[in-house]
């Protein structure tokens, strides 16, 4: 355990937000090459690993989403969780990645994938065209551990874009933002309810009347807004602002608001975030959409959804409702990067998991989760795979409220000892 948060803390201390990896990724290089690894760096800086004759494929991310003054972590301890001041951890997916060096330094006949950039839409694996070479992958990117993912929902980005052409108007001018609301995964963390930053402050603006000159909002596209921003005028004074909106009064004067302003908050405003409808089931979300982002890019005014669903049908109804949405308010719709679900399926390989982690967490279980999982691709790419996730107990990932149980970290651990070890008679 000792030697895992160790690990751990060296890859805190190096920067690795999402397209900025690189000296992340040439520490982890050389640590596999030290332990006698043969070393495998594709072109969308994914690291394949692999010692002897590989019997199980371990599988984490080694980017990070970063929130508040990370990637400048200083770490806290305090009641058996590690969290970090003022930004996000990067236990997500760092803690798996620390495993991993850790069974490096223990095990022989294993392979393993960290992969770049997953944070960003799943775009490393999606690159990653190597050879598994056990079909056997245990991913370490889940967050309870009282669970055995075999199963995740599929995903997509949905941009609605519009002219970005601007008009003089005159009126009281105001610059207003938020900064503190708690944010949170998209996926894991959207049945919470959790507020939404760009939609709370194009609300505010729509209902007094105003437009916009400026908005920006949001942090990554698979994360719930915490923050938002926006320069906009009113015909009148805003004597009453909520304790959650700061603000400043730049007095009455002439902007330059977005001839699109009132298509652009009208439709934040219709726009339906979270959870669309259920799977009773699984227990979890079925379909859900996340408003992530907002703001001018590339000469057009920009929002980007982040859907997703355990099914296709639910992932293509979701994208109809929101292109018919954005197109009803005069805006352009556009698909981007899709991801299939990966089905819940039972296997030999899955229950052998599953009764290693019991000797650890016997109230364990098989069970899916409502984001996105790498293996899931990794099984889209060769079907021959058999998958499943594991993690520690992680709160809050993809904010800075983040924070990893120590004592689950320990009981994940001797588990994938327990799985490297018995593998090899499987």
């Given at each position: 355990m000792k030697k895992v948060m160790n690990y751990f803390r060296q890859i805190c201390e190096i920067p690795h937000l999402s397209y900025e990896t690189e000296a992340l990724r040439d520490f982890l290089v050389e640590f596999a090459k030290k332990h006698e690894f043969s070393v495998e760096v594709d072109s969308a800086g994914n690291i394949y690993v692999c010692k002897g004759e590989p019997k199980i494929c371990l599988q984490a991310h080694y980017d990070m989403v970063g929130v508040g003054l990370a990637p400048q972590i200083e770490l806290v301890e305090q009641d058996g969780f590690l969290?970090?001041?003022?930004?996000?951890?990067?236990?997500?997916?760092?803690?798996?990645?620390?495993?991993?060096?850790?069974?490096?330094?223990?095990?022989?006949?294993?392979?393993?994938?960290?992969?770049?950039?997953?944070?960003?839409?799943?775009?490393?694996?999606?690159?990653?065209?190597?050879?598994?070479?056990?079909?056997?992958?245990?991913?370490?990117?889940?967050?309870?551990?009282?669970?055995?993912?075999?199963?995740?929902?599929?995903?997509?980005?949905?941009?609605?874009?519009?002219?970005?052409?601007?008009?003089?108007?005159?009126?009281?001018?105001?610059?207003?933002?938020?900064?503190?609301?708690?944010?949170?995964?998209?996926?894991?963390?959207?049945?919470?309810?959790?507020?939404?930053?760009?939609?709370?402050?194009?609300?505010?603006?729509?209902?007094?009347?105003?437009?916009?000159?400026?908005?920006?909002?949001?942090?990554?596209?698979?994360?719930?807004?915490?923050?938002?921003?926006?320069?906009?005028?009113?015909?009148?004074?805003?004597?009453?602002?909520?304790?959650?909106?700061?603000?400043?009064?730049?007095?009455?004067?002439?902007?330059?608001?977005?001839?699109?302003?009132?298509?652009?908050?009208?439709?934040?405003?219709?726009?339906?975030?979270?959870?669309?409808?259920f799977n009773d089931e699984l227990g979890l979300p079925q379909t859900s959409i996340n408003l992530s982002l907002a703001g001018e890019k590339n000469g057009k005014f920009e929002l980007l959804f982040y859907a997703r669903s355990m099914s296709e049908k639910g992932l293509k109804g979701v994208k109809y409702q929101t292109k018919m949405s954005a197109e009803n308010f005069g805006l352009e719709c556009v698909f981007g990067e899709t991801s299939e679900p990966w089905q819940p399926q039972r296997s030999e390989f899955s229950e052998f998991i599953l009764k290693n982690l019991q000797k650890f967490v016997p109230t364990a279980k098989l069970g899916a989760v409502h984001a996105g999982l790498e293996c899931g691709v990794f099984i889209t790419k060769d079907s021959e795979i058999q998958a499943a996730s594991i993690g520690p107990n992680i709160t809050s990932p993809h904010s800075t409220h983040e924070k990893v149980e120590l004592k689950s970290v320990e009981k994940i651990l001797n588990a994938v000892r327990e799985i490297i070890s018995g593998v090899q008679n499987l």
């Open positions: 969290s970090a001041k003022n930004s996000s951890l990067g236990a997500d997916n760092g803690i798996g990645v620390a495993i991993i060096m850790a069974m490096m330094s223990e095990f022989d006949n294993f392979e393993a994938v960290l992969t770049n950039n997953e944070e960003v839409g799943l775009w490393g694996v999606r690159e990653f065209n190597g050879t598994i070479k056990s079909k056997k992958m245990l991913n370490l990117d889940s967050e309870d551990e009282n669970e055995v993912i075999i199963g995740c929902a599929g995903s997509a980005e949905i941009r609605a874009l519009c002219d970005s052409a601007r008009e003089k108007k005159s009126g009281f001018c105001y610059e207003i933002f938020i900064d503190d609301f708690p944010g949170g995964h998209s996926g894991i963390e959207i049945h919470k309810n959790l507020p939404n930053a760009i939609k709370f402050l194009a609300e505010f603006i729509a209902k007094n009347g105003g437009k916009i000159a400026e908005f920006s909002g949001g942090e990554r596209a698979n994360s719930i807004p915490a923050k938002a921003s926006a320069t906009a005028i009113f015909k009148n004074e805003i004597s009453n602002f909520p304790n959650f909106i700061k603000h400043k009064f730049l007095g009455f004067k002439e902007c330059e608001i977005y001839e699109n302003s009132d298509n652009i908050l009208n439709l934040i405003c219709e726009f339906k975030q979270g959870v669309r409808d």
